[in-house]
């Protein structure tokens, strides 16, 4: 079954204490995405990599890290977390066929930072 | 201006009636269009892309209008199903390719 997975899905820390949310895809597509959701706000793009060592910052990337070591692939590091990164964290994935290309979706991975 | 500003909801509606959704987006030059559709909590699933030309898909039905930066999105026979949250995105065609912006979405609640 095609399908982006995240891991973890839930997850409570601290302030400070290093964290990993790992995004992985079966799809083989060259474009994958993190994006965080907050009330009023909306889906926010904060990092993507249209391929393996390829990335840049999206809309919102302070406080955030990525790495594309393998084309599947695509965690999102948070060195130092700080309660206004309690959000709900996706990852998604597409194709590089075109503009008109969608995106699939992770399950979210919600975060909460005391 | 907000780059991709929809209808801030929420729209209650019963059964079988028309809901309409519009979408307004700031840049000229945006190159591709969707509606996608989130449940409570869930990722969101794309529901259609809206070409230039108008297109349906059963109950759905998505326009775009380029000279004014609009994009609609039509639900006819409403079903309790179609509860959720729909997202207008935007390609805004920038040098970030396949970038997509969100709109903050417009909650559906179909009632009995």
């Known amino acids: 079954e095609a399908q982006v997975t995240q891991n973890p899905r839930y997850l409570i820390t601290v302030t400070g204490k290093k964290l990993t949310v790992t995004c992985s895809q079966n799809?083989?597509?060259?474009?994958m995405s993190w994006y965080r959701q907050d009330p009023g706000l909306g889906l926010r793009q904060i990092y993507y990599?249209?391929?393996?060592?390829?990335?840049d910052k999206g809309d919102v990337p302070e406080g955030y890290k990525v790495s594309r070591k393998e084309k599947r692939n695509f965690p999102l590091i948070l060195e130092s977390p700080s309660p206004n990164q309690t959000s709900l964290y996706f990852c998604?994935?597409?194709?590089?066929?075109?503009?008109?290309?969608?995106?699939?979706f992770g399950p979210g991975t919600r975060l909460l930072v005391l | 201006r907000k780059e991709v500003e929809q209808d801030p909801g929420p729209f209650n509606v019963p059964e079988g009636a028309t809901v309409a959704f519009n979408c307004t987006y700031s840049n000229s030059a945006s190159q591709s269009f969707f509606w996608y559709r989130q449940d409570c909590r869930k990722e969101p699933k794309l529901l259609m892309s809206?070409?230039?030309s108008g297109n349906e898909d059963g109950r759905f039905t998505a326009q775009l209008n380029r000279a004014s930066q609009y994009i609609s999105l039509l639900i006819r026979d409403s079903k309790l199903s179609d509860s959720a949250t729909y997202l207008c995105v935007v390609n805004m065609g920038t040098h970030r390719y396949s970038t997509l912006t969100f709109g903050k979405g417009t909650m559906l609640l179909v009632s009995p």
């Open positions: 809206v070409y230039s």
């Open positions: 990599s249209m391929n393996v060592e390829v990335t």
């Open positions: 799809m083989n597509h060259e474009y």
């Open positions: 998604a994935s597409s194709t590089l066929g075109g503009p008109g290309e969608t995106q699939y």
